[in-house]
Nanobody, 126 residues
Framework: QLQAYGGGLVSLGGSLRLSCVVSGVDLYDYAIAWFRRAPGKEREGVSYISGRHSRVKYGNSVKGRFTISKDNAKNTVYLQMNSLKTEDTAVYYC?????????????????????WGQGTQVTVSS
């Protein structure tokens, strides 16, 4: 089970930190990723962090602004979002997937993830 929270309304250029609390899976064995879906747009991979080695990857649209991290003791993955833009407005989802060869090669492909949280809305106002 995954629970994402921390979304909200923020002004242009502001920051938010999303949290994904994971239960029922061991973070060491799973990749955790953040995806987002904006109105009228396809789901987009935002960031990913692997299990044991904490390998990370970011989507091109968020590189340099977002940072993913995790606290294994709390079974929680974070997404720190800085310098937010209006185009970051979306529902953000966290997802977990076993680190298969497909996930290793394409960690921001949602097809590799089996468990999804309920989503949290992020709205950036200008």
């Amino acid at each position: 089970q995954l629970q994402a929270y921390g979304g909200g309304l923020v002004s242009l250029g502001g920051s938010l930190r999303l949290s994904c609390v994971v239960s029922g899976v061991d973070l060491y064995d799973y990749a955790i990723a953040w995806f987002r879906r904006a109105p009228g747009k396809e789901r987009e991979g935002v960031s990913y962090i692997s299990g044991r080695h904490s390998r990370v990857k970011y989507g091109n649209s968020v590189k340099g602004r977002f940072t993913i991290s995790k606290d294994n003791a709390k079974n929680t993955v974070y997404l720190q979002m800085n310098s937010l833009k209006t185009e970051d407005t979306a529902v953000y989802y966290c997802a977990a997937g076993l680190i298969t060869a497909d996930v290793f090669r394409n960690p921001l492909d949602p097809r590799g993830y089996d468990y999804w949280g309920q989503g949290t809305q992020v709205t950036v106002s200008s």
